[in-house]
């Protein structure tokens, strides 16, 4: 570890680096320092050209053909040419996909949706209100665990059909979060899955993957690769014939294939990897704007844990800085996150994160009882700079005399541990989460009453907050509201932010539109891809 946070070290020093994209030969992102990348830039001027694939490796598998049921950003990921959403509400823009427009009335109960004339499914059935009608009725079903966009406050929406093209779905009380919910739907075909008796545990997952995007499922060689083609009768045009994730949890496995053109998309992690690619003709550097807060979080249901002055002890040891230049290497890559939200959110206060003082970390370590005492961190070793961050938690908190013991798991048995069991077997854990958009979005991870914190240390009056958040639409009073959210998170010492992530990758000279949408995850809309000559 010290030779890699050296080696590091040297070459953030050393180094200029440079945020560019590609297919947008009018405006280029930031260009700083890095000639070599600034001249593939101006240099690539390729024709387009019709077909091709995209070829991209990813750490791990999906676990079914339906997305309803995925819940890392893997399965997410690879999913997503296969599901549209009706539309997103991004902080500066609405983007329409299924819907073809929608309505919210003045006191934001109320929102009529109308969907685009002519949608198909991938076997060729129409998509109408009929589907999004069922879509609503199986999530209310308990056994069918996604209640997603059906409830509001803990008490159910209802949803009627206008027309074969259009429904409307009225709140029970006003969700200031609830546009982008809805929004983001993906929706399931009626007639492949109704009668079902549970969808949760359908066979017809594993098998179908019926959807509504620009790409159907053409073959699922499971722990292998997932291969889509072009759907010929999606609403515009689909420039490439396919997309192709190939399951490769090694890093170097994946650089080797990149290299030999068996991959024609990478994303880049690490500093000794951008300046590679930047070097080579071959590829093509593409940076954007993660919106990802990477966080040290703390087990309320460890015993060590429960004492906020124990918290305190490790947060007063930890340089966030240094581990963001250790794992990192420069802040070209990932800079240090100060709070719960970044400025890809809807609402972002510029707040100071915690202060690094090792002289009041031994004082507090002492007094709590700590010193000496052997803390277990558990990370998702399936994501990339995870275990360089613990490895470098693990040394600064052995100056100030707390042991730790790191153990790294693939995504699905991290969720488990992290998320869903309460054994108290850990006390710090290492995470990410997707924080664009509306800041209510992270209310299921950081309050009490979210479906995803059986491990948090938190107050009844956060969650308080979070409900006050989302209960008004005035723009103003939300933005104070999420503002106290960014600070009481801080005092309460629920998580520790550690990085704020840039999503970079290394592409094939001939791909391009990998920026039409800045965001993250990669892409939102795969139709903007093509290849040139």
């Not at 050296?6 to 000639?35: F, I």
């Amino acid at each position: 570890m010290k030779k890699r946070f050296s080696m590091l070290l040297v070459l953030a020093m050393t180094m200029g680096l440079v945020a560019s994209g590609c297919g947008n030969k009018e405006e280029s992102k930031e260009t700083v320092g890095k000639d070599k990348v600034v001249a593939q830039k101006e240099e690539k001027e390729g024709k387009k050209v019709a077909g091709g694939s995209v070829v991209r490796a990813m750490p791990t598998d999906i676990s079914s053909l339906n997305i309803l049921y995925e819940t890392g950003d893997e399965g997410m990921t690879m999913l997503k040419p296969v599901y549209d959403p009706l539309y997103v509400v991004s902080k500066d823009e609405v983007r329409y996909y299924l819907a073809e427009s929608r309505e919210v009335s003045e006191d934001g109960k109320t929102i009529t949706v109308k969907l685009r004339d002519g949608l198909k499914w991938h076997d060729g059935e129409p998509i109408t209100a009929d589907d999004v009608i069922w879509n609503f009725e199986f999530r209310m079903d308990k056994e069918n665990k996604t209640s997603s966009g059906t409830m509001v406050n803990r008490k159910p929406v209802s949803v009627e059909k206008v027309d074969d093209l259009t429904f409307k779905v009225v709140l029970p009380e006003v969700s200031a979060s609830y546009d982008a919910t809805l929004g983001g739907m993906k929706l399931l075909p009626k007639h492949v899955y109704e009668g079902e008796a549970n969808i949760a545990s359908s066979k017809l997952n594993m098998t179908q993957g019926v959807g509504s995007g620009p790409y159907k499922v053409k073959e699922w060689k499971q722990g292998e690769s997932l291969t889509l083609e072009k759907f010929d009768d999606y609403y515009k045009e689909v420039n490439l014939d396919s997309v192709i994730f190939k399951i490769m949890p090694n890093e170097s496995a994946q650089e080797i294939a990149f290299e030999n053109g068996e991959l024609n998309i990478m994303r880049v992690s690490t500093v000794d990897k951008y300046e590679k690619y930047a070097a080579d003709d071959r590829y093509e550097l593409v940076t954007l704007d993660e919106g990802r807060i990477n966080y040290m979080g703390f087990n309320a249901n460890s015993e060590l844990m429960k004492d906020i002055e124990a918290r305190k002890a490790i947060v007063a040891a930890l340089d966030v800085s240094a581990i963001v230049e250790g794992a990192y290497g420069s802040e070209d890559i990932a800079v240090p996150a100060k709070t719960v939200f970044c400025e890809q959110n809807f609402y972002y206060e510029d707040i100071d994160g915690y202060e690094y003082n090792i002289e009041e970390a031994k004082k507090l370590v002492q007094s709590s009882g700590l010193e000496g005492k052997t803390l277990k961190l558990v990370y998702n070793s399936s994501r990339a700079n995870m275990e360089d961050c613990a490895l470098v938690i693990q040394q600064q908190l052995k100056e100030v005399g707390i042991n730790v013991e790191i153990t790294g798991y693939e995504t699905q048995g991290f969720f488990e541990k992290f998320f869903y069991t309460d054994a108290g077997d850990w006390d710090l854990g290492l995470n990410g989460y997707s924080t664009n958009g509306d800041n209510q979005g992270d209310e299921y991870m950081f309050s009490k009453e979210g479906f995803l914190s059986k491990n948090l240390c938190s107050t009844d009056e956060i969650a308080k907050l979070w409900n006050e958040g989302d209960a008004t639409i005035d723009t103003e009073k939300r933005a104070e509201i999420y503002a106290d959210l960014q600070q009481q998170i801080k005092d309460a010492y629920t998580m520790v932010p550690i990085s704020d992530c840039k999503f970079i990758l290394a592409v094939d000279k001939k791909l391009e539109g990998c920026d039409a949408i800045n965001m993250v995850p990669v892409f939102e809309d795969y139709t903007k891809l093509y290849m040139t000559e």
